[in-house]
């Protein structure tokens, strides 16, 4: 695992009560993924990822520049196939449609990989950020 998840920091030594408690919490949600949905890969990590998506874009491979439509079926009972530029059929609602853009086109930026080194990096950095805060010390 990372660094991040093992505790120390860049500086090495035990962990402090704020990396423990991310660590327990990427676990509990990695067994919890798994033992629900067979997620075996580790934990959802969908908000870290689109925090860093949003402020460090160069992490992320778009595949040269893809941009999709996305959009939400908002009403199932009445959505037919055509309404809502083609977003969804009846019985959809809460389902995500995405359909791929013609190249040059503006539209939703969906990454395929993102370097992983660079990523726990930034996580790193930013829970000693945290610890140099005051970390886990609230109202002290």
Not at 49 to 61: E, H, I, K, R, S
Not at 82 to 107: I, P, S, Y
Request: aromatic share 8%; hydrophobic share 40%; glycine share 18%.
């Amino acid at each position: 695992p990372p660094r991040t998840m093992r505790g120390g920091g860049a500086g090495g030594g035990a962990a402090s009560r704020l990396r423990a408690l991310f660590a327990e919490i990427l676990a509990f949600f990695a067994r919890t993924y798994d033992a629900r949905f067979g997620m075996h890969g580790g934990p959802p990590l969908h908000d870290p990822l689109a925090v860093a998506a949003a402020l460090w874009p160069a992490l992320f491979d778009d595949n040269g520049g893809e941009r999709f439509a996305v959009c939400v079926v908002r009403d199932g009972a009445k959505t037919a196939e055509g309404d809502h530029g083609g977003c969804g059929r009846r019985g959809d609602c809460g389902r995500t449609v995405v359909r791929m853009l013609e190249k040059g086109a503006e539209g939703v930026r969906m990454p395929r990989t993102l370097d992983i080194d660079a990523f726990w990096w930034l996580v790193d950095l930013a829970l000693g950020v945290a610890e140099r805060r005051g970390g886990m010390d609230f109202g002290k």
